[in-house]
């Protein structure tokens, strides 16, 4: 075979450094990028802070929670709770407050003895000072080990009790028993149950007996939970022979049970954004700027520059090259923030119905569209509106819950899918609780608005905003 060198012209995009370096900037968010100038700021010498001798302002920091959320106070995210029972209430349906009740003292001191500690430190400590054999004690240390951040057991008995076999010789049956009994009568009430109902029964079984409606509640818990979740009222009153104000007691003391007892152990990390972006009305004209506090003031070391352009003829190859790097940086990081504000102008100016009536204006936004408004690719503008966050007087927002897709309306013209989502959950908190709508009565009164949209479709909306169908809103 004969060997021979053949020479070919091609094009071909190559990214440069500080090509490839922009784009990775434009793609973090503000604390992400803070922390990756910090350490830019390490390696590199002729890199500093405007500001290095001066206080830094704190600037104003919003839960990452809120930012769909419009002005609402963002909630506490709700604890893990895979273990749950699969018959269990809405969330929705429960009150924001445990079932142990008593002046406001007795609530912070129970808000006190549990911070910073988790629920398997309490229970441990409780265990500690208990008057238990030391058998005894093992096993329920080993009850304790198998709960779920919720409180709840997450394996049978026996296999817990499979699991002690080699420690514990001849282990009985009624010893994990009884184990599970000392666990059940620790602080917080409900913890060690095997599912909903039992907890919710461990807790109502220890308030006084003259507690109106508790020995149905009990009996409801035990036997019927399911109807309740089902809300079968008709059934429920026939099996507890009960009338009606009597069912609504019974339901109301259910609900202010704690269905998960030990999620108030354990501190619960806090994800913070800063706001890249905030959007005023001036003028009667809706206007964003950039938030001064969340961008980096930055600037080339003046001695060292001056030091390397004395001596270059000397070999400086190292520091020139720093220079170079960042003056880049600094080019980049002012060319991140000017993009980020274009984008943010583009979108303020065609979703400016949003800022005056709120989400059921909202009208359908690609990235297309904005991408060719400010001249820049889509990826582009998939980068910049990711994890950056635009403060309004409506609430804190990622930049991409602008965007939507659209449905057709009777007059030929397009809603954004984030209107109609505000206009179900309108409707639904409009609505009789008695006869709360159906997904097709939903999609009814939403073509006699002139919005023509299926009820598979509203149905897919609704579950988005978590909403329970029509039969899990009845009231009883």
């Not at 302002?57 to 506490?76: F, I």
């Not at 990711?386 to 804190?396: D, F, H």
Request: with cysteine; net charge negative; hydrophobic share 40%.
């Amino acid at each position: 075979m004969k060997h021979s060198l053949q020479l070919k012209l091609g094009q071909h995009l190559t990214l440069t450094p500080q090509l490839q370096q922009s784009i990775r900037l434009l793609q973090l968010s503000t604390l992400e990028l803070n922390q990756e100038l910090e350490q830019m700021l390490q390696d590199n010498p002729l890199l500093e802070r405007e500001d290095e001798d001066e206080t830094p302002p704190e600037a104003p920091v919003h839960t990452a929670e809120a930012e769909t959320q419009g002005t609402e106070t963002a909630a506490a995210p709700e604890p893990s709770n895979e273990s749950e029972p699969a018959t269990s209430l809405d969330d929705a349906d429960w009150n924001d407050y445990s079932s142990a009740s008593g002046d406001d003292e007795d609530n912070d001191y129970a808000q006190g003895a549990v911070s910073g500690a988790t629920l398997r430190e309490h229970l441990l400590n409780q265990l500690i000072v208990s008057p238990l054999t030391l058998r005894d004690r093992t096993i329920v240390a080993a009850l304790i080990d198998d709960l779920d951040e919720a409180g709840f057991l997450t394996q049978p008995l026996e296999d817990i009790a499979a699991g002690l076999a080699d420690e514990l010789e001849e282990l009985e049956p009624e010893e994990v028993e009884t184990a599970l009994k000392h666990l059940q009568n620790m602080d917080p009430t409900g913890v060690g149950a095997r599912n909903l109902a039992e907890c919710l029964t461990l807790q109502l079984r220890v308030l006084p007996a003259d507690t109106p409606a508790r020995d149905d509640a009990i009996r409801l818990t035990t036997h019927y939970l399911d109807l309740l979740a089902a809300r079968d009222v008709g059934k429920l009153k026939k099996m507890l022979g009960i009338d009606d104000p009597t069912l609504r007691t019974v339901r109301t003391l259910i609900l202010s049970m704690n269905p998960r007892p030990g999620a108030a152990f354990g501190v619960d990390e806090t994800h913070y954004v800063i706001p890249d972006v905030y959007v005023r009305k001036i003028k009667g004209m809706w206007i964003a700027s950039l938030n001064a506090d969340a961008m980096p003031k930055l600037r080339v070391n003046r001695v060292y520059a001056d030091i390397l352009a004395r001596h270059r003829e000397n070999g400086g190859n190292q520091l020139a090259t720093q220079l170079q790097e960042a003056r880049w940086l600094i080019k980049n990081v002012q060319q991140r923030f000017d993009t980020i504000l274009r984008v943010s102008q583009a979108i303020v100016d065609r979703q400016k119905h949003f800022f005056e009536h709120g989400e059921v204006a909202m009208r359908p936004l690609v990235l297309r569209e904005i991408a060719d408004a400010v001249e820049l690719h889509e990826s582009t503008i998939s980068r910049v509106t990711t994890q950056k966050y635009m403060m309004t007087p409506r609430g804190l927002y990622e930049l991409k819950y602008f965007f939507g897709s659209h449905v057709s309306t009777d007059n030929g013209g397009a809603c954004s899918s984030t209107a109609i989502r505000a206009l179900i959950k309108q409707l639904v908190a409009a609505e009789n609780i008695g006869k709360p709508l159906s997904d097709g009565q939903l999609a009814e009164v939403l073509g006699q608005q002139g919005i023509v949209v299926a009820r598979r479709t509203v149905a897919k909306y609704r579950e988005s905003l978590q909403i329970p169908p029509a039969n899990m809103r009845r009231s009883l």
